[in-house]
């Protein structure tokens, strides 16, 4: 069976670090590209950026450039999306999702992970 | 960036009912577009792909139609378990920037 399994929910401080991850099994890990989408409580679906870890090409959104860094270990089937400094706004609970092409071929996001909440509180 | 946009934002309808969302991107997008159901407390479930390719597993009474700019989901015969937000996704370019999201209500 494919599917993405993401580590389980945080609580963290502001100003903390946090590294999330999502373990991919059941396909070949590196000739898909794995996404993380960001869903702030109450709110729609927003793009953050996305990794092929055949090569470790990164596509940054810009809103989220420089403010969280995606990466994956091909050797155990894993992404990750850590932050270094944390703020309360990074509260929401982030998805990892599988994408098979960029030009052709399915260009979208087929299998999601379940979803790891994050709460930043003081 | 790509800004997307979905009519409405929410909408109410009977089960049997026909339901027709409808999404516009900032710039043409090709057949670049795809269709997301999320039901409460789940992730987002691929519905349709490249504006009209339908997923496999879903049922064929959604439908996807359009190109460059404007495009439509529909569903043919809501049926209960349709109760939940349907958000629109341009994979164009990056960033592949969502919709806010139509709520349908039954």
């Known amino acids: 069976e494919v599917q993405l399994v993401q580590s389980g929910g945080e609580v963290k401080k502001p100003g903390g670090s946090l590294k999330i991850s999502c373990k991919a099994s059941?396909?070949?890990?590196?000739?898909?590209?794995i996404g993380w989408v960001r869903q702030m409580p109450g709110k729609g679906l927003e793009w953050m950026g996305m990794?092929?870890?055949?090569?470790?090409?990164?596509r940054y959104s810009p809103s989220f450039q420089g403010q969280v860094t995606i990466s994956a270990d091909k050797s155990i089937n894993t992404a990750y999306l850590q932050w270094s400094s944390l703020k309360a706004s990074d509260t929401a609970i982030y998805y990892c999702?599988?994408?098979?092409?960029?030009?052709?071929?399915?260009?979208?996001?087929?299998?999601w992970g379940q979803g790891t909440m994050v709460t930043i509180s003081s | 960036d790509i800004q997307m946009t979905q009519s409405p934002s929410s909408l109410s309808a009977s089960v049997g009912d026909r339901v027709s969302i409808t999404c516009r991107a900032s710039?043409?997008?090709?057949?670049?577009l795809n269709w997301y159901q999320q039901k409460r407390g789940k992730a987002p479930n691929l519905l349709i792909y490249?504006?009209?390719s339908l997923q496999n597993g879903v049922p064929s009474r959604f439908s996807g139609s359009g190109s460059g700019t404007d495009f439509t989901l529909t569903i043919s015969g809501l049926q209960p378990e349709d109760f939940a937000v349907y958000y629109c996704?341009?994979?164009?370019?990056?960033?592949?920037?969502f919709g806010p999201g139509t709520k349908v209500d039954i």
């Open positions: 990794i092929f870890p055949g090569d470790s090409d990164i």
């Open positions: 999702a599988r994408q098979e092409g960029t030009l052709a071929g399915k260009v979208a996001f087929d299998i």
């Open positions: 710039q043409s997008i090709s057949n670049y």
């Open positions: 490249a504006a009209s």
């Open positions: 996704q341009q994979s164009y370019t990056t960033p592949y920037t």
């Open positions: 059941g396909y070949s890990f590196t000739t898909y590209w």
